[in-house]
């Protein structure tokens, strides 16, 4: 598995740089050489290999993403990819087009095992979705003044705001070989500060918060920061 991670941080402070470094150490797995990433200010994004990481000519969005994607042909055709660079077009330039041209509607063209984040300078907008069965991860930490993101939830516990407190709810569940029914919270984790992108759902974050829908139904859970009053409330 490939891993990808960041930070957003809403009131336009600059991200520590011992912060990202934090996250891209925990990716243990990588050589030093295979690990990327692209700060500006209050942005931090990172991957584990350069694959993972891509951003337009105009450098005005970047994305990094885990991916498999099965539906390419399909995709390079109703994104106008010139035939002959079909075979070359990897699973990340893809989705950067597809998210140029549909945007938040991106995940419903994408068919088989994704998670993604761009960054939208021009929009000022972070944005990410995860694939519709469940099969590649996305962690997230959010309080008032950030978030972070990684497909891997030890990189989380490495940033010194994110606190290590155990989710009771989740061992009561999963000690108990229950399964999640639905209507009951899909975003929950062994951590109670650390939540997932459930299946099937999408996100948006700008300065005034973040914004959790599934993409399928559009079916929103948005709150914004100021209606936040503690840490361990949740989208």
């Known amino acids: 598995m490939h891993a990808i991670t960041g930070i957003y941080h809403f009131n336009q402070s600059s991200v520590p740089g011992s912060h990202g470094y934090s996250l ?3 990716l243990h797995d990588f050589p030093e050489a295979d690990v990327v990433f692209w700060q500006k200010q209050n942005i931090f994004l990172g991957g584990a290999i350069p694959m993972n990481f891509h951003y337009d000519t105009d450098g005005q969005v970047m994305i990094v993403a885990d991916s498999n994607i099965d539906n390419k042909e399909e995709l390079c055709g109703r994104l106008q990819v010139e035939p002959d660079k079909w075979g070359k077009t990897i699973d990340i330039e893809l989705i950067l087009l597809a998210y140029q041209k549909w945007e938040e509607e991106t995940p419903k063209y ?28 996305l962690y ?31 061992f009561q569940t999963y000690m108990n070989d229950s399964i999640i029914e639905n209507g009951e919270d899909e975003s929950i984790t062994p951590y109670e500060l650390i939540k997932q992108v459930p299946p099937g759902y999408a996100f948006s974050i700008n300065e005034d918060g973040m914004e ?16 936040t009053n503690s840490l361990h409330e949740y989208i």
């Open 24 to 26: 891209m150490k925990a």
């Open 110 to 137: 994408l068919e088989g095992a994704f998670s993604f984040v761009v960054w939208d300078d021009r929009r000022q907008l972070m944005f990410g979705a995860r694939d519709y069965s469940g099969s590649k991860l």
């Open 140 to 170: 997230y930490y959010l309080d008032f003044e950030r978030f972070a993101f990684c497909t891997r939830m030890v990189a989380l516990l490495k940033l010194p705001y994110v606190e290590k407190k155990l989710n009771k709810d989740w």
């Open 212 to 227: 959790l829908f599934s993409y399928r139904s559009r079916r929103s859970n948005s709150r914004t920061r100021q209606e």
